[in-house]
């Protein structure tokens, strides 16, 4: 059954068991009367005193002030998201203490998808050229906007890599040299998560527990355990001489529940062996866009994704082999992907508005590539 | 450039779908409201609550709101944003709440059905907000960027990013 097929079905079931128990007149009369559903209403009292506070103080006021107040809950309108990144690449906890400073500049050129993951883009000097145009699946066309696109991109040297989302589920890479027909190029099944200058690949699949490395002509180099059947790695990066690998990992457990989140830190000797739990997250929050810097530091975005934590994006700077955290800071804005140049240098990092930063990984350089509005969802370079 | 959400100004002449009564607005909407809310919260005893507090909300400003393009936007809006407050206080409160079988008034569905909807509250609330409204109406990208205030490319991004999570957490199982 595909994901879509998956998720049609459940919500078609809590559709049907709603309709079965949601009785219309009984909220009716509960909403002309003001009221909760009764039994609810005793536990949630000291909750919504506050609220009943709030409301009455809004009913208490004019008329005009009323109207000036406007609804509680005001109504849609363009508004700047809560989440908008800084003009400057993200953050004014930013980690240089630990950092040994940057020379040199940023590349030049990067690549980036965009287009609603239907057009990938080069970026040379700031002159676009789109290098290839995905097109919608033909497997799944009732939701053919969503259902295969482009959502990841690499770049080794003049070799580009893109991946697909989200048919066939574990994911699809497509690679091609820049300059030649993107139709005679390769692709792999699979979910790529890091590339080196030399072309070697990362490959996580999510029919297995493990990550493999891959030859630039295709062959399989190694492979990486991420434990006991059920975990699935989703995210990973090595080093630049490959001598370090990092893998995010996930699964559900027995109870349906998500598990935690982890990152595995391995040792190219340690391939096939498992690696650690350098990293672990709570239930409701995960890890995403971890890179290895030139100094071996492990980057990684850590998304809490419920509570009043939820509004802040953390980027956590760590040692790859032990977890131990060097530092911490706040990206300022919604991650949505995340990558380092060759030189393991400068980040490129692309926000849930659209836009694209690079920093230094000292923090003293930063720079916006693609503004706000600019609809890219994923870049490297 | 931050949002493409068109909105009426106060006092523009409602349109064919404004002039529908509070009563007609609630029929159409109500149980959208209450599974939204509950995709989103995850807990069945609050679902039902948060959607009555969005359309307390609606009858208090319907004079306003009616004049709207799409008030059942307004309302997806605002259940969204009343369920991830709920979402934040779930630990302490709705979750106790499930715990006791008298107040489930909605009966929770087979494992595999649970099992999804426990993956897509593991995602960002944008991202399972995203995913709720576009599987819930068969929603568009327009319509569902209109519910959740932001740009169009914005929803694709959440719904790549929530397809890909889901698929990674539901991978079990996973017929190709």
């Known amino acids: 059954m595909s994901l879509h097929d998956r998720l ?102 990067w690549v980036g998808v965009g287009g609603d993951g239907h057009s990938v883009t080069l970026i040379d000097a700031g002159e676009p050229t789109e290098l290839v145009a995905v097109p919608d699946g033909a497997e799944c066309p009732e939701v053919s906007a969503a259902c295969r696109s482009a959502d990841g991109i690499n770049l080794a040297g003049d070799t580009l890599f893109y991946s697909v989302c ?7 890479y497509f690679s091609h040299v820049i300059g030649s027909d993107p139709s005679g190029g390769q692709s792999r099944i699979g979910q790529l998560t890091d590339v080196d200058a030399a072309g070697y690949q990362l490959v996580v699949n999510l029919s297995m527990p493990l990550a ?10 190694r492979s990486f355990d991420v434990g006991d059947a059920g975990w699935r790695a989703y995210d990973g990066a090595w080093s630049a001489d490959r001598a370090v690998v990092a893998l995010a990992a996930t699964r559900v457990g027995d109870d349906l529940a998500v598990d935690s989140h982890v990152v595995y830190g391995f040792r190219s000797d340690e391939a096939g062996a498992g690696g650690t739990v350098v990293a672990e997250t709570e239930r409701d929050e995960s890890f ?16 809490h994704n419920s509570g009043p934590a939820a ?61 706000p509005g600019s609809g890219y969802i994923a870049a490297d370079w | 450039m931050w949002s493409t959400v068109p909105v009426r100004r106060w006092g523009d002449a409602p349109t064919v779908e404004a002039i529908l009564n509070f009563d007609d607005f609630f029929r159409a909407e ?85 099992a999804v909807f426990e993956a897509l509250r593991s995602l960002p609330t944008r991202q399972r907000a995203a995913i709720s409204l576009y599987y819930l109406d068969g929603y568009s990208v327009a319509d569902t960027a209109l519910a959740l205030g932001c740009a169009e490319g914005t929803v694709k991004a959440h719904l790549h990013k929530g397809r890909r999570a889901l698929a990674r957490i539901l991978g079990e199982g996973f017929e190709e």
């Not at chain 1, 971890?290 to 850590?302: F, N």
């Not at chain 1, 990558?339 to 720079?367: C, E, K, M, P």
């Not at chain 2, 679902?47 to 008030?71: F, G, S, T, V």
Request: hydrophobic share 40%; proline share 7%.
């Open chain 1, 166 to 172: 989200c048919e066939p589920a574990p994911g699809q």
């Open chain 2, 30 to 114: 109500y149980r959208k409201a209450v599974l939204l809310a509950y995709a989103v919260s995850g807990s069945y005893a609050a679902a039902e609550d948060i959607a009555q507090e969005a359309m307390l909300e609606a009858h208090r400003w319907w004079d306003r709101i009616c004049r709207y393009d799409k008030p059942g936007a307004w309302l997806r809006r605002v259940t969204i944003q009343k369920a991830s407050r709920r979402l934040r206080r779930r630990r302490s409160e709705a979750a106790a709440m499930d715990q006791m079988g008298a107040l489930q008034l909605i009966p929770k569905g087979p494992g595999e059905v649970e």
């Open chain 1, 288 to 303: 995403d866009g971890l890179v290895i810097d030139a100094q071996g530091r492990l980057w990684y975005v850590l998304q």
């Open chain 1, 8 to 109: 049609r079905k459940a919500f078609s079931d809590l559709e049907r068991r709603v309709d079965q128990h949601v009785d219309l007149g009984s909220a009716v009369t509960r909403l002309r009367a003001g009221k909760r559903r009764p039994e609810v209403l005793r536990p949630l009292l000291a909750a919504a005193a506050a609220v009943i506070i709030t409301l009455g103080l809004v009913a208490l006021l004019p008329l005009q002030d009323r109207e000036a107040a406007g609804p509680v809950t005001s109504p849609p309108r363009p508004t700047v998201p809560a989440t908008e990144p800084a003009d400057t690449a993200p953050s004014s906890t930013a980690p240089s203490s630990t950092a040994v400073a940057v020379t040199g500049t940023p590349p030049a050129r």
């Open chain 1, 311 to 371: 509004e802040t994006v953390q980027g956590v700077v760590a040692d790859p082999m032990t977890g131990e955290a060097i530092e911490e800071f706040d990206y300022g804005g919604n991650v949505v992907d995340q990558n380092i140049d060759a030189s393991g240098q400068f980040l490129i990092i692309t926000y849930d508005d659209g836009s694209v930063h690079w920093r230094s990984i000292d923090g003293h350089q930063t720079g916006v590539l693609a503004e």
């Open chain 1, 212 to 221: 493999q490395e891959f030859s630039p002509a295709g062959g399989e180099v």
